[in-house]
Each structure stands twice: as C-alpha cells, then as structure tokens.
C-alpha cells in the first residue's frame, strides 16, 4: 500500500465515524442532556414498578377489560391534570381509552407527594408512544389544587 492509500482509508474510516456519531446523536432525544428530566425519569420509573404496574403492567399494555393501557393512550393525551388528579386521589365511573369503556375503581395513592406525582408523570409521559417532556411540580400543583378525594 502506498502512503497516499492510507491517509485515503484513514479519511473514510474517519468520515464513518462521524457519520456514525451523527447517527448516534440524533437518535437520542435531545431530552437526554437534561439532568432534570433524566432523574425525574429514573425516579419515576422505580415509582411506577412499585405503585402502578401490578396493574398497567411494566410495559404499559394493561390488562383486558380490567386495567386500561398506558402505552397508547389517547386519554392520557387528553387529560394530563385528571391523570396527575387520579394517582393522589382516585378514579372510579366509566371511561374511554382508545375506544373501549371501562368502568372501573382505581385507588388512589394518598401517600404520593407532588415531587412524586411529577416523577411517575414525567416517566409515564415519556415512555412507549409519549412524549410529553418533563412535567413539573408546579404543574402537578395546579392539577391538585382543582381536585380531591371523592
Ligand atoms: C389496583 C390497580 C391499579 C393501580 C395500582 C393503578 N391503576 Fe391506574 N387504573 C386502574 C383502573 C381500574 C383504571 C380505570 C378506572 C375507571 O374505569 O374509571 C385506571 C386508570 C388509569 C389511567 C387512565 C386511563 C388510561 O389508561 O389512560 C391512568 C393514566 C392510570 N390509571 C395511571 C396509573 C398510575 C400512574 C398508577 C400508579 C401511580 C396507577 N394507575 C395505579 C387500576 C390501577
């Protein structure tokens, strides 16, 4: 090999790897730079598993006509402030996700503080097809302030 071939291969070695870094960059989410956002995720996940998936399962899916999904969930999309509501207090009577009624009782978690409710929300929110960004306890606040237990 004459020296010119190599400064030649090592130009191509050299451009894939910035493509590749390229590549790497934009397929995480900006959001991965965040601090904030990153442990209000981690938080929130270790959250989730304790309080909320023996029943939406871990992967979100729900189960049957019992425990709507969380996964895909067009009324999560719609009701941000009823969702933060409904892990501190509850949710009971019927209710449409994607199109199938349920008409079950959640529980509330009585015990969850705001910091928590934005964790959980902000693991929820982004996770599977959401991608909410982080929601804030002031956020969370406002929620809570319009309701109560039932
Ligand atoms: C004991 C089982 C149970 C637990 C634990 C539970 N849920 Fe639920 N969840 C339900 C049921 C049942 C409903 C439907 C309520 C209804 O029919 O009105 C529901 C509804 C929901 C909904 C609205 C419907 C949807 O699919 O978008 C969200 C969001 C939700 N739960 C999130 C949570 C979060 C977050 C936690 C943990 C803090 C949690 N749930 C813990 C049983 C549970």
């Not at 730079?33 to 309080?51: A, C, I, R, S």
């Not at 006509?65 to 509501?85: A, G, Q």
């Amino acid at each position: 090999m004459t020296p010119i071939l190599n400064l030649k291969s090592a130009i191509l070695i050299f451009s894939w790897l910035v493509a590749f870094s390229a590549w790497l960059t934009a397929c995480s989410p900006s959001k991965t730079n965040d601090t904030k956002f990153q442990q209000y995720y981690v938080q929130g996940e270790q959250l989730y598993v304790k309080h909320c998936s023996n029943c939406h399962q871990k992967d979100g899916a729900g189960l049957g006509r019992v425990f709507p999904p969380l996964n895909t969930s067009d009324y999560m999309e719609k009701n941000l402030e009823d969702v933060l509501c409904q892990m501190k207090y509850g949710k009971k009577g019927p209710i449409n996700v994607n199109g199938v009624a349920y008409n079950m009782e959640m529980k509330g978690i009585i015990s969850l503080t705001e910091l928590e409710i934005a964790e959980i929300a902000t693991y929820i929110y982004n996770t599977w097809s959401h991608q909410k960004g982080l929601i804030e306890i002031p956020t969370v606040e406002g929620a809570l302030k319009k309701c109560g237990p039932e």
